[in-house]
């Protein structure tokens, strides 16, 4: 798979990022003039947020004169959809996962966007051919970064820490409550898997009455010493407070607790399931243009490799992954082996099959709450 | 003023017409002068209330009615894909499908692509059949290049056109007017032939979330009427300062942000929280045996019984202020025990307060969304978050507008039946 060796170089080049951003953006990134004009860009809070205002927004307004709002929000696409439907749009650039990009696109709530505006890679390579294989096929969404759902645990609580991900479904070898997403989401991925299915059968095995049986049937194993989380910053919290002994999250939030929080959170990489966020433009965004010029800086190579000095997020071009370098206060911190796509961590990895859960969500969802509540 | 005392009673010296009736200064009756000078008065109040009511009308009234509405009438489908609609309407819903559905359906698919609301459509029939989604997105990507016979090349696609299972998803789908959301909230489904069958058994969620939600809100209803008339009680009865200082206690919390006070309540009650510390330190527990208080069902009703108790409060507290003290004394006198004294004399006149507390606990935590939300883990979470979902995640707002609609009943059936059993006009808020 092409993307598991273009990032793993990543971590051999010890560029300062930071170095290369001063003189980076000024030269490299012709910033159009938008002195006046007002962007309100919406993601999803947290450190993740902060890794973009530090990347994205902070250049673009030094650059541009633009002024941005930054908004949180959960993901889904209900707001967004609320605010097409009456026509009152106020959000112009929003961070979403790859199955609501998908579905925003086919439902006619996001933009359709002119993918030959992009800008060429750092190295000259067209963005065509720079973004990953595959990852520019929506055509109303252009994607930042590749993340990943894990499952972590508190290295001081435990010596001998669990290996794989049939480990996190082990309570007995590894007594101690489980955190966990309320949704069906990654949850039923990771119980196939610790079940035995290889990670390119999953979906194959879900598509079957008898693979989701399974997959609940393994879920049931841990029902009773689960601990749901909603929101991204939660599992960290849960980690932190001894709630849980171990958790699924998103890689970004625990590799921030450990980084920024000095954590003793580790990190176990077997039967992680990835996907992708990116940008869309709601459709009939008041400021559509300037969404537009911040979304062409931000997927621009040095922007992408910015932001990985902040969070842990794969960055999605090619030619940023020898740009990533440390985290950005801890030079020692080298971020290459702490991405979801280091070949160390990808051995055994599952990406996200949205197709799979535009068609079955509605099921899998009600099944899931009624197995939640009963 | 009755009509007869205008006959009965003339003022002596007024002028009267020819069948003794009052007459104005001007000769018309007085009675018709009197009802024109009440008409102007009464349109002037009703002008004066009038941008209430238009208010109430359009933020309270109209989104209600428009809500139950979608609950019923759905039409993606029909607007979307205006020559399939009609035909899979008239199919009988059980024989093979036929060209002409699907030469309808393959012009509908291009035109649907070239419209982008393939994917509304998409998502409308999959709501009744998974997996129908991207049958529909995908063969509407090949559309444009298929030839007649028109069904043969969407079966070429996928086989799933030529079953009967997947037009009878379109059938439902396509017919505006539809009981099938109300169907889904009741945990059945609507059927291409007309009928009603009831889901899987593992599917089923609703009838039992709506138990559940009325179960809680009684048990909410409960404890804050056991906890809450002995604090209504004491605010009544002591002295003006230290009762005074008991109000602001009482009030204090009802001023608090409900979010504070729910985050407030997970500090208290979590495993390693406030209240579990204190066990252990006392021994009642072990370190590693903690109670789990919170993210279940336990949570959910002290948080939400603790952020009701004052709507039970205030309004038996009202009423008891008002009870002369001398009744308890005269049925004291009359040689009634103490306990015969409060509960034939000073309960029944608190009934009205209990009443309206009651109504007000039970109606409120019916719809109650947020604290289940938050500490409610898995088991701890009612029909509103339901709600929620799908008008936040799964989008399937007509599913939200027909359980919407079902709590509207049960809460208005409640009211009917307090009316009946307590008497509407003997509630008292304060």
Request: glycine content about 6%; hydrophobic content about 45%; overall charge negative.
């Amino acid at each position: 798979m092409k993307l598991k060796t273009f990032l793993g170089a990543a971590s051999a080049v010890a560029l300062s990022a930071s170095m290369a951003y001063a003189d980076g953006h000024s030269k490299k990134f012709d910033f159009p003039d938008l002195d006046g004009e007002q962007l309100t860009v919406v993601s999803w809070g947290g450190a993740y947020t902060k890794s973009q205002v530090e990347a994205y927004h902070k250049p673009f307004i030094e650059g541009t004169g633009a002024k941005i709002v930054s908004e949180d929000y959960n993901g889904g696409l209900a707001e967004i959809k609320a605010q097409v439907e009456a026509g009152n749009v106020s959000w112009d650039i929003v961070d979403v996962e790859l199955s609501d990009a998908v579905r925003a696109c086919d439902e006619g709530l996001a933009e359709e966007l002119d993918m030959s505006a992009l800008p060429d890679g750092m190295d000259g390579t067209p963005a065509m051919d720079d973004f990953i294989a595959g990852t520019l096929d929506v055509p109303c969404a252009v994607p930042t970064i590749v993340w990943s759902t894990i499952f972590a645990y508190d290295s001081s609580e435990m010596e001998n820490g669990p290996k794989t991900i049939a480990d996190f479904f082990d309570t007995e070898a590894f007594p101690g409550k489980r955190g966990l997403r309320k949704s069906p989401k990654a949850n039923l991925e990771m119980a196939l898997m610790a079940d035995g299915v290889a990670a390119d059968e999953v979906y194959d095995v879900l598509g079957t009455d008898e693979g989701v049986d399974r997959a609940f049937a393994k879920l049931d194993t841990i029902k009773d010493d689960v601990v749901w989380w909603e929101a991204g910053a939660q599992p960290p919290q849960l980690l932190a407070d001894g709630e849980v002994a171990m958790t699924t999250a998103y890689n970004g939030r625990i590799f921030n607790a450990v980084a920024a929080e000095d954590k003793p959170f580790n990190i176990v990489w077997d039967g992680q399931v990835w996907d992708l966020d990116l940008w869309i433009i709601p459709k009939g965004a008041e400021n559509k243009e300037a969404a537009m010029e911040f979304l062409k800086f931000s997927t621009s190579t040095q922007a992408l490799a910015d932001q990985a000095s902040w969070i842990s997020y794969g960055p999605t071009r090619k030619s940023s992954a020898p740009l990533v370098a440390s985290y950005h206060s801890k030079p020692d911190l080298q971020m290459g082996p702490q991405m979801p796509t280091a070949p160390e961590n990808f051995s055994n990895a599952l990406q996200n099959d949205f197709e799979f859960w535009a068609d079955n969500q509605d099921e899998l969802n009600e099944r899931f709450n009624a197995w939640l509540a009963n | 003023m009755t009509d007869a005392s205008y006959h009965t009673a003339p003022i002596p010296g007024s002028p009267t017409d020819a069948r003794g009736a009052l007459l104005a200064a001007d000769g018309t009756p007085l009675k018709a002068k009197l009802r024109e000078s009440m008409r102007t008065s009464r349109r002037r109040a009703f002008m004066l209330v009038l941008p209430l009511l238009l208010f109430v009308l359009a933020s309270f009234v109209v989104p209600i009615l428009m809500l139950l509405w979608q609950g019923v009438y759905n039409s993606t489908y029909a607007t979307d894909m205006p020559r399939s609609a009609p035909i899979a309407r008239a199919w009988d819903g059980t024989s093979p499908p036929t060209e002409a559905m699907a030469e309808a359906m393959v012009l509908d698919l291009r035109d649907a692509r070239e419209a982008k609301t393939i994917g509304k459509v998409a998502t409308r029939v999959n709501r009744e059949l998974s997996g129908t989604r991207s049958l529909f997105t995908k063969s509407a990507r090949r559309a444009a290049r298929m030839e007649a016979p028109f069904l043969d090349a969407l079966v070429d696609v996928d086989e799933d056109w030529g079953k009967v299972e997947t037009w009878g998803a379109i059938k439902i789908a396509a017919t505006s007017l539809t009981p099938a959301f109300y169907a889904a909230a009741v945990d059945a489904k609507y059927t291409a032939t007309g009928d009603f069958e009831m889901r899987d058994e593992e599917r089923q969620i609703h009838v039992s979330l709506f138990w559940k939600t009325i179960w809680v809100s009684g048990a909410v209803m409960l404890a804050c009427l056991l906890l809450g008339y002995p604090i209504a009680y004491l605010l009544a009865h002591l002295p003006m300062r230290t009762s005074n200082l008991l109000m602001i206690l009482v009030l204090l919390p009802f001023w608090t942000s409900l979010l504070v006070r729910t985050t407030a309540w997970i500090a208290m009650l979590q495993s390693q929280g406030v209240l579990n510390d204190i066990f252990v330190f006392l021994g009642v527990t072990g370190d590693d045996q903690r109670f789990s208080l919170i993210y279940n069902m336990t949570g959910t009703l002290i948080a939400m019984t603790h952020i009701l108790l004052p709507f039970m409060i205030l309004p038996i507290y009202s009423v008891m202020r008002a009870i002369p003290p001398s009744h308890v004394r005269a049925a004291k006198s009359l040689g009634a025990t103490n306990w015969t004294a409060f509960w034939r004399v000073y309960f029944p006149a608190t009934i009205p307060g209990i009443g309206a507390g009651g109504l007000l606990v039970f109606i409120l935590s019916i719809g109650y969304y947020i604290t289940p939300a938050l500490v409610g883990g898995q088991d701890g979470q009612l029909i509103s978050n339901f709600i929620a979902f799908h008008m936040q995640r799964s989008l399937n707002w007509s599913l939200a507008a027909a359980l919407g609609g079902i709590l509207l009943v049960i809460v208005l059936v409640l009211y009917w039946l307090y009316d009946r059993i307590v008497g509407i006009d003997n509630m008292k808020l304060g």
